[in-house]
């Protein structure tokens, strides 16, 4: 039976902002990225992801970022690998506390935005994150971009690694991922991302923008949850998954 | 015979800015209050912080402060209480992650700067500081001035308490300390304050600005590591204690 | 002929995190309080505030407040009273930046949050406002509440004070607000708003909780942008005002 | 008769963080680069520089960074180059707020740190630091590396671009800076770095790494006050400048 996890960025307001429905899709996935507090996410908010997660029995993954809150860590911050393992390494332990303190734990790691990109792709930015998350606790799991740097380092480095994939974002021929810029390259009609959600999951293909059909791996599902209908999009994902027989689960136990 | 503790604010640089002689106190105290991020301490003086901390059998603890880096955490910051809690739990989390890649743990809790002042006198935020604690862990002490309000919610929560006392300041003869402004407040004759260390730990006394003895219970001494010469002064204290048949000891295990 | 100016809070998103609707508001009002990047706004959000407020004519103040993103400028911070006017000299300079280089100026300074009432009722933190405006620029306004110690202080130091009053929010029979936890403390019914500021601007009065009618001498009325429906409200306030022959013109030239 | 300026960085304090000897070097140099609190400078600290500059006779120039004060500026943060222009635009106006408190003004702009290199080489984060310069006051100078991306996107604008050399560092054959991590990048030798500086000054030339003689023409030479024994390093290359006939005059009126 093909099983598949549904991750979302969630815990991404900050202070009087709000952003997103945590509630809402803490009802539909199994993993929750919950920011740290260096992109978005006051403590406060950190301890109402957390609370939602386990009381949802969602497992809580740590979305680690660059210091940026300007910019919502969407900014490449050039830091040394050593300073981003320590950044990296505090804010694991900031966001288990609330975790444990749900009675739950951290269970995996995610980088967020600009270091998302960046350790997918730069080795050393890679290992910076997976140090951290090995020297936390090494049974901590990575998740990332199928094929990525990061998951490379985390298997080198004796850390389960799960690849991701996007219902949601259009691909190109060769598996990478369409740019944002480009029209089309964000797919919002719910029928057609659901179906595309079923080929992962069953399959492990998708259809790439040239028509033709590409492989693409992925133990979880990425999806959104901060434009207005994310909620009911993620709902019929699920339901779709769940009628063509697959498994929706975390990868974490 | 009589035990003592040594306790010193240490991890208080902040990136390329340094403030105090962190391996020079490492050698001496026997209890490490680490700054958590919030007044003062990046990630990687947090990691430095509690690597020395463990590789001298030196005590961790969580010098958690209200977030103010402008201010060094010494500025009142009228949080309600729950964000307070989470600002504390936040930051003991946080600092957890370096104590346990250095092979250490987090043992006890200290307010810093305006937040001490704040627990040791406002029962709302005394209990939100003890709430952090003890969700992060029940068997967290926290330490603080002998007979404030910190201590007794503590108690009040099931936390172990511990009381500390100052050697090199003036105790007025309520028990209160002088203030720092006021002239002598702050002594810096190196055999005096040996020799009002002793006294608190051997006699639990110490001579009060009228010359009268009052009675001043400590488990631990505090003790300041950020002005020139200040490492010299508490080897003087340490070895005063010695000499007069004082165990300095962490008052955790 | 009576004249009113209708003040709002706006430029109080942060990065990625909207709040308010700063362009419906800036086509109503004729004041804009514009956050400084201390509690809210980031460099990019002052500047498209100040275009707006230029490009609809609307006067542009500078909403200045202790440095608390994560608390919205809502948290007291006991700050020095000379570290506080340099903090608000600084924000004032920075927003005038933006004012300039949309054609504007910066033409007065209102608190925020916890600072606007602290400087009502604190000396030391109202004159420490009102020495900011006044290095600034001696042609400052200061808008604050009626009464207010921060209003005695500009008078004090030859600035122009401004006394603002509130028509959506309850008045004590003493002149006071009554508290928002109060039920009924904030007023949403449209035609009992615009009947208020009505009767500020025309007879300098409004209805107490008592029943009672009390004198509230206001040269400016607060609107909120904040919530759903706030610019359609504020845009009833402005056309009662002007179908009672009130003129609504900013209170600086 | 030669002419050059001396300018070095200033106002790199944080709160309780104390950096470099600010009251000493002002005695000397001739321009300040005051921080703006992105990488350095609390306010007060910046109302102190900018009063020792204009009691010194001293210029005054925005020394403006990406937002980064745990990485003090030196981390590139990869902006959008309108929210750099914003940021720099942010930075200017509140560095010349304590400029005219002081009675003097902000009179040219220089990057700090990882905008430095960046603006010296990347066309779009030169732009959006010129851009900001011109917004805020078209008569702004701008300091910079002789032969940057950076000063001649000054001069494409109109705003006045001067060079600036290092009569510290070690000059490689092509005219480009050696490493610091190379050995002997850094020069400490008094009387070499003042002959260096006079060799700048008279004959707009340096030795280079391999002895031979290259052109670095300036009319600013940068010196370092962050270092024990710095202001005295620098009072000796004044004087061997004025020694030699050099007029030393800040390069603004």
């Keep these: 039976v093909p099983v598949v996890d549904l991750n979302a960025d969630l815990g991404e307001s900050f202070g009087v902002w709000k952003l997103g429905d945590d509630d809402g899709m803490l009802r539909v996935v199994t993993s929750a990225n919950i920011a740290c507090g260096f992109h978005a996410g006051d403590p406060s908010t950190l301890r109402a992801a957390c609370d939602g997660a386990v009381s949802n029995g969602v497992a809580i993954g740590a979305q680690v970022s660059y210091p940026d809150l300007a910019g919502f860590g969407r900014r490449f911050v050039d830091m040394d690998p050593r300073e981003l393992r320590d950044a990296v390494l505090y804010q694991i332990g900031a966001l288990d506390a609330f975790a444990r303190a749900a009675g739950g734990r951290v269970s995996y790691v995610k980088p967020h935005g600009a270091l998302y990109h960046a350790a997918a792709t730069d080795e050393r930015q890679a290992r910076a994150v997976v140090e951290a998350a090995r020297e936390y606790d090494p049974s901590l799991a990575v998740l990332g971009r199928g094929g990525s740097i990061l998951l490379d380092a985390a ?42 959600a079923v080929d992962i999951a069953v399959s492990g293909t998708v259809r790439a923008t040239d028509g033709s059909t590409i492989r693409v791996e992925a133990r979880s599902i990425c999806v959104h949850g901060d434009t207005p209908g994310a909620v009911r999009l993620v709902e019929s994902v699920r339901d779709a998954l769940e009628a063509s027989g697959v498994g929706v689960h975390a990868f974490v136990a």
């Design 155 to 196: 298997v080198e480095r004796g850390l389960a690694s799960v690849a991701e994939a996007f219902a949601d974002r259009a691909y190109l021929p060769d598996g990478s991922l369409a740019p944002r810029s480009d029209e089309g390259s964000v797919l919002v009609d719910t029928a057609t991302v659901a179906r595309r």
